[in-house]
């Protein structure tokens, strides 16, 4: 049974760019998380859906960070501009139901020049 | 705020003994508690989880202690194995609430 995928698994761009990451979850998963690790904050959520619904957003740092989740089956998470503080490893995880455990993917690891 | 807290970024185990790894958390609301294991380049993956009503919960060789008093858990490995080598994150959330709240990982090596 496949796991959460991301891809892409690795991006560098140029500050300014826009960005989208992309994520599709475990097949029967109701709820999406995007989460964000860095060396300063470690792993922190960023917002997560329910049945497609964003339902917690607070964790998104700015408005250049946006997430949709058009169907049951894709999310993808927006950064644009881009800036170089935005470096991290973004997580994609989904969970059957909101009481966790929660599945990861393998994260994409973004470079902002 | 860090609401979870590991202590230890590293520990070093020989192979067969056992491993105790640590976590703290300061939110009395938190009822439900999991270890996460994370190799380089993957996801993190769960392990084990442990509510709030009990105080102990065990999986082969993994076991989880939570000692609501202290607002402390722990995780025991027994016996240890090289393939255990990873880093681990204690993770707490309410039952109500998807925020889960990850601690900072504490990184373990199991030498052969």
């Known amino acids: 049974d496949a796991g959460v995928i991301q891809s892409p698994r690795h991006e560098v761009t140029e500050m300014g760019q826009e960005v989208t990451l992309r994520c599709k979850p475990i097949s029967g998963h109701d709820y999406l998380f995007w989460y964000r690790q860095t060396m300063m904050r470690g792993l922190e959520l960023l917002i997560y859906f329910n049945n497609n619904v964003p339902i917690d957003d607070s964790g998104m740092p700015e408005d250049r960070f946006s997430a949709k989740m058009p169907n049951a089956s894709f999310s993808t998470l927006k950064i644009q501009p881009s800036e170089p503080r935005d470096s991290a490893v973004y997580f994609c995880?989904?969970?059957?139901?909101?009481?966790?455990?929660?599945?990861f993917g393998d994260g994409t690891r973004l470079s902002i020049l | 705020d860090q609401q979870v807290k590991q202590n230890s970024p590293s520990l070093s185990v020989q192979e067969g003994r056992i491993s105790i790894l640590n976590c703290d958390y300061t939110?009395?609301?938190?009822?439900?508690f999991l270890w996460y294991k994370k190799y380089p380049a993957e996801g993190p993956t769960f392990l084990i989880s442990i509510s709030s009503i009990k105080d102990k919960n065990e999986d082969g060789r993994f076991t989880v202690f939570l000692n609501k008093s202290a607002k402390h858990l722990s995780l025991h490995i027994v016996p240890s194995q090289p393939g255990d080598s990873a880093v681990y994150f204690c993770a707490a959330s309410e039952r109500n609430n998807n925020d889960m709240r990850f601690g900072a990982g504490t990184r373990l090596t199991v030498k052969p």
């Open positions: 995880a989904s969970s059957f139901t909101g009481v966790q455990p929660q599945h």
């Open positions: 939110n009395s609301m938190f009822d439900y």
